[in-house]
């Protein structure tokens, strides 16, 4: 069974930075897919970023150049760093991951076809 811990989420204001963390028990793929998401309640959950079972990064165009994410060699921890926050950038962000999920590319991607996630941290960022 996996599992995941995160951690990282907080209180910031604008221009701030964050880093979450996602520590992972049990196994996975090694080219499994590792992505973040964040959700804002009553809408639906939004993929932010990725990593593909190469290992390249991709990420939405409302977080390119300002979020990073990264993994460890064992993919055993995943990490957002998120700079140059924006109010916008609030909500709850989750961890996830699947073997297969990232196979068809960014535009194919979505939460229903990632099997494995985290519980959620919340980013809040004021004005």
């Known amino acids: 069974q996996v599992n995941f811990v995160e951690s990282g989420g907080g209180s910031v204001q604008a221009g701030g930075s964050l880093r979450l963390s996602c520590t992972r028990s049990?196994?996975?793929?090694?080219?499994?897919?590792m992505a973040w998401f964040r959700q804002v309640t009553g809408k639906e959950r939004e993929l932010i970023a990725f990593?593909?079972?190469?290992?390249?990064?991709f990420y939405a165009d409302s977080v390119k150049g300002r979020f990073t994410i990264s993994a460890d060699n064992t993919k055993t921890t995943l990490f957002l760093q998120m700079d140059s926050l924006k109010p916008e950038d609030t909500g709850m962000y989750y961890c996830?991951?699947?073997?297969?999920?990232?196979?068809?590319?960014?535009?194919?991607?979505?939460?229903?076809?990632?099997?494995?996630w985290g519980q959620g941290t919340q980013v809040t960022v004021s004005s």
């Open positions: 996830a991951t699947d073997s297969f999920a990232c196979w068809g590319g960014w535009l194919q991607a979505s939460a229903a076809q990632f099997e494995h």
């Open positions: 049990g196994a996975i793929r090694r080219d499994a897919c």
């Open positions: 990593i593909d079972h190469d290992g390249r990064p």
